[in-house]
T-cell receptor, first 115, second 109 residues
């Protein structure tokens, strides 16, 4: 069974540009989570999808971030326009059931560098 | 908001030593996760606990709900155990995990 995959693995962009990160959860997993680790800080929750619906987006830093999960399969996280403080590693995780207290399977992360 | 504290932040030990990493949190939770990240690697879920103790190979995780504390133990440590170990909690009613800063473990041969 394939794990959670993320694309790209690295992205280097200039301030003001747009970047779209993609996450493919494990097939059949309804729950999809986005997390971010900014340099030197702990990983922080961004948002949670159940199928195609945003269950909780309380961790999204501001309206420059837009997450979608059309069709309830893969998800995208768009940053527009990117700022220097957006640099970090963005992790995606998925879990199989509608019970939120379940093992989360993490993707390898996308390292975003904004110059 | 839950505060998750891990100790120690950094730990260097010799191969074969018994390792303990601690995690404390401030607010009641529904589950606690121990995660592992090797240098340059992705995050791997080691355990999810809501009570008691779990064991997998040389790894043991315990949780004391009353004391809001969990420990991760590694027996007969090996250089391949060198990684960052992260504690993360799920608060009741919350969706996402709250993470500790991680413990950087180095096991020297």
């Amino acid at each position: 069974e394939a794990g959670v995959t993320q694309f790209p693995s690295h992205s280097v962009i200039e301030k003001g540009q747009t970047v779209t990160l993609r996450c493919d959860p494990i097939s059949g997993h309804d729950n999809l989570y986005w997390y971010r680790r900014v340099m030197g800080k702990e990983i922080k929750f961004l948002l949670h999808f159940v199928k195609e619906s945003k269950q909780d987006e309380s961790g999204m830093p501001n309206n420059r971030f837009l997450a979608e999960r059309t069709g309830g399969t893969y998800s995208t996280l768009k940053v527009q326009p990117a700022e220097l403080e957006d640099s970090g590693v963005y992790f995606c995780a998925s879990s199989p059931t509608s019970v939120t207290a379940d093992t989360q399977y993490f993707g390898p992360g996308t390292r975003l560098t904004v110059l | 908001k839950n505060e998750v504290e891990q100790s120690p932040q950094n730990l260097t030990a010799q191969e074969g030593e018994f390792i303990t990493i601690n995690c404390s949190y401030s607010v009641g939770i529904s589950a606690l996760h121990w995660l592992q990240q090797h240098p340059g690697g992705g995050i791997v879920s080691l355990f999810m606990l809501s009570s008691g103790k779990k064991k997998h190979g040389r790894l043991i995780a315990t949780i004391n709900i009353q004391e809001k504390h969990s420990s991760l133990h590694i027996t007969a440590s090996h250089p391949r155990d060198s990684a960052v170990y992260i504690c993360a909690v799920l608060q009741g009613g919350a969706d996402g995990l709250t993470f500790g800063k991680g413990t950087h473990l180095i096991i020297q041969p």
